[in-house]
């Protein structure tokens, strides 16, 4: 199974927003509302930042938000910060009852 | 707290067998899936597969499917991720996560567990 498309970088200076881009097919991204997107710092494990591709788990900023349009997610950040310089991965459910990731976006902080 | 406390790093020789673990603790173990992810260096997120630490059904990613096994111990609650025979290729870190309640979301995570795989 293929992985999801991401870009490979992004970036944006503090206080604007910036926009992932997670593209799939009809049988993961666009067949299910099960898109999840994780941050990962330099030497960490990865975070949950968004499940079911718009929910916010407590605890993580109203700044990040999800949403899914055909078979293309999206996880957006307003107000960027400098702690939100890190990698980010989308995940999606497919039909063959596995679970793929994007191949992860670099965000810069300008 | 929901915690998953992995074993430590690791190095092997290619051709040798290897078990890492992740102990969960802070909830019910047999009520959620875990997975195992690996995590090549520089490199991005791949789900491996998961396991139903209820009754150890597993769920295999095709690419890892056939070379790794995935168990769980209800009694210790404690997930594991093994190879029989290992490949420099598994040069990695691997993690474990426990699934969300539908079992399609990740979190949390473990710290992760470094293998490493030369002769």
């Known amino acids: 199974q293929s992985a999801l498309t991401q870009p490979a970088s992004v970036s944006g200076s503090p206080g604007q927003s910036i926009t992932i881009s997670c593209t799939g097919t009809?049988?993961?991204?666009?067949?299910?509302?099960?898109v999840s997107w994780y941050q990962q710092h330099p030497g960490k494990a990865p975070f949950l930042m968004i499940y079911d591709v718009s929910n916010r788990p407590s605890g993580v900023s109203n700044r990040f938000s999800g949403s899914k349009s055909g078979n293309t997610a999206s996880l957006t950040i307003s107000g960027l910060q400098a702690e939100d310089e890190a990698d980010y991965y989308c995940?999606?459910?497919?039909?063959?009852?596995?679970?793929?990731f994007g191949g992860g976006t670099k965000l810069t902080v300008l | 707290e929901v915690q998953l406390v992995q074993s430590g790093a690791e190095v092997k020789k290619p051709g040798e067998s290897l078990r890492i673990s992740c102990k969960g603790s802070g909830y019910s173990f047999i009520s959620y899936w875990i997975s195992w992810v690996r995590q090549m260096p520089g490199k991005g997120l791949e789900w491996m597969g998961r396991?139903?630490?209820?009754?150890?059904?597993?769920n295999y990613s095709p690419s890892f499917q056939g070379h790794v096994t995935i168990s769980a111990d209800k009694s210790t609650t404690t997930a594991y991720l093994q190879w029989s025979s290992l490949r420099a290729s598994d040069t990695a870190m691997y993690y474990c996560a426990r699934m969300g309640p539908t079992g399609v979301w990740f979190g949390p995570w473990g710290q992760g567990t470094l293998v490493t795989v030369s002769s």
């Open positions: 396991i139903d630490p209820s009754d150890s059904y597993t």
């Open positions: 995940n999606s459910y497919t039909s063959s009852n596995t679970l793929v």
């Open positions: 009809g049988t993961d991204v666009g067949g299910y509302n099960y």
